[in-house]
C-alpha cells in the first residue's frame, strides 16, 4: 500500500509541474507584429507556420491565403470565424493587421496567430505559431488550411 501511495503522490507531483510549466511558457511574447512588412521569423522548433518563411523551409512555410473582395471584409471573416469557435481571442485588430491568440481544450496551450494584409495585394500572409512544447502535432497547418477554405467560399 505505501508504494501505491509514493507512486500516487510523485504523480500529483508530475502533474502540478506539467501546469506550472505551461503556465510559465504561455506568456505572451513580446516582439510579435509587423515590421517593415515582415513578422517574426518562425524558431526552428516545428510549431510554427509562415508565409513568410522561405519556400524551401518545408516544415515552416504555407503558402499566402488568396482572397477575393475587400480586405476589410476578408479580415472581419476571420475575426467572426475565430470568435464563433470560442477558444480564441482577439488581441490586436486594426486595418491590415489582426493578432488572436487561440487556447487548446484540454491543456488550455495558447497559439499566436496573427494575419497581415498588404495593402497592394489581394493576399493574407499568415504566422501561427505554439507558445509550449516542441512540435505542434500539425495544429498551425491545420488551422491556416480551415482559413483557406474559408476565404475561398
Known amino acids: 500500500m505505501g508504494m501505491i501511495r509514493w507512486i500516487l503522490l510523485a504523480l500529483m507531483v508530475l502533474g502540478v509541474g506539467f501546469f506550472v510549466f505551461v503556465d510559465i511558457y504561455n506568456t505572451r511574447p513580446e516582439e510579435l507584429g509587423v515590421e517593415n512588412g515582415?513578422?517574426?521569423?518562425?524558431?526552428?522548433?516545428?510549431?510554427?507556420?509562415?508565409?513568410?518563411?522561405?519556400v524551401s523551409d518545408a516544415v515552416h512555410y504555407v503558402e499566402p491565403i488568396v482572397y477575393h473582395g475587400s480586405m476589410k471584409d476578408a479580415q472581419l471573416k476571420i475575426e467572426q470565424y475565430f470568435l464563433g469557435e470560442g477558444n480564441a481571442h482577439i488581441v490586436e485588430s486594426r486595418l491590415?493587421?489582426?493578432?488572436?491568440?487561440?487556447?487548446?481544450?484540454?491543456?488550455?496551450?495558447?497559439?499566436?496567430?496573427?494575419?497581415?494584409?498588404?495593402?497592394?495585394?489581394?493576399?493574407?500572409?499568415?504566422?501561427?505559431?505554439?507558445?509550449?512544447?516542441?512540435?505542434?502535432?500539425?495544429?498551425?497547418?491545420?488551422?491556416?488550411?480551415?482559413?483557406?477554405?474559408?476565404?475561398?467560399?
Open 96 to 153: 491590415g493587421y489582426l493578432y488572436l491568440e487561440s487556447s487548446s481544450d484540454i491543456f488550455g496551450f495558447i497559439d499566436d496567430v496573427e494575419f497581415y494584409f498588404p495593402e497592394a495585394d489581394s493576399v493574407v500572409h499568415v504566422r501561427s505559431a505554439s507558445r509550449v512544447g516542441y512540435d505542434d502535432l500539425n495544429v498551425n497547418d491545420e488551422r491556416v488550411r480551415q482559413v483557406r477554405e474559408l476565404l475561398v467560399n
Open 38 to 54: 515582415r513578422f517574426v521569423p518562425c524558431p526552428t522548433s516545428p510549431n510554427c507556420v509562415s508565409s513568410q518563411a522561405d
